[in-house]
């Protein structure tokens, strides 16, 4: 199994986080793989807020459901699309999921762990990061040095999910 095939069978989303800081070259290095994602018609309809302070990393903790995560891990990246940027809501939202991806892979690849968190158009989320009019929240990803080591956790069969023609 090659570099890339390993990290993809082997991330899995990490809950519990040390406090240790994230180093800028690493976190640079994750936003550039986010940026190297594709998508339609190469729009890049993404935007990023990164979420280190303690006063914002507080704030966000209490009114995330999941807040000790958010609140532990040292930074939590929103992943925004901008909607003058793209040209297909649908597509755009899936470009996004590639660009969350890329994130979560190229955490995993760097020794920290990452949990994409599902908080949607969350008006009290964009207003504590800054959303701008034309950007809507597509997800919370929190980041940083795992402290646990999640076990293997299931896929369905590929003779569940495949039919070949
Ligand atoms: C669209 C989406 C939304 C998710 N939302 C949450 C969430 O709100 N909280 C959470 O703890 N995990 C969330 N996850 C992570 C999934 O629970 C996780 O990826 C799945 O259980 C498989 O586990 P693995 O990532 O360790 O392989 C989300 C993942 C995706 C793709």
């Known amino acids: 199994m090659n570099e890339v095939l390993r990290a993809i069978r082997e ?14 070259e690493k976190l640079e290095a994750i936003l550039e793989a986010a940026r190297w994602a594709p998508s339609g018609r190469n729009t890049q309809p993404w935007r990023f807020v990164v979420v280190e302070s303690k006063e914002k ?3 966000l903790g209490r ?3 999941q807040m000790d995560m ?38 995993h690849s760097l020794g920290l762990g990452a ?9 009290q ?17 929190v980041l940083g040095y795992p402290a646990e080591r999640p076990g293997t956790r299931d896929r369905k069969p590929l003779a569940e999910l495949v039919r070949r023609i």
């Open 125 to 141: 989320v964009e207003k504590i990061i800054g959303a701008k009019e034309n950007e809507e929240l597509m997800m919370l990803i």
């Open 57 to 59: 990393r507080e704030e």
């Open 11 to 24: 991330r899995r989303s990490v809950r519990v986080f040390r406090t240790d800081p994230i180093e800028s």
């Open 63 to 65: 009114v995330v459901t």
């Open 115 to 123: 949990c994409w968190l599902g908080r949607l158009r969350d008006p």
């Open 70 to 107: 958010v609140r532990t891990a040292p930074v939590t990246i929103a992943i925004l699309r901008d909607k003058d940027a793209g040209y297909d809501e649908i597509k755009d939202a899936q470009a996004i999921g590639a660009c969350a991806q890329n994130i979560l892979l190229a955490a």
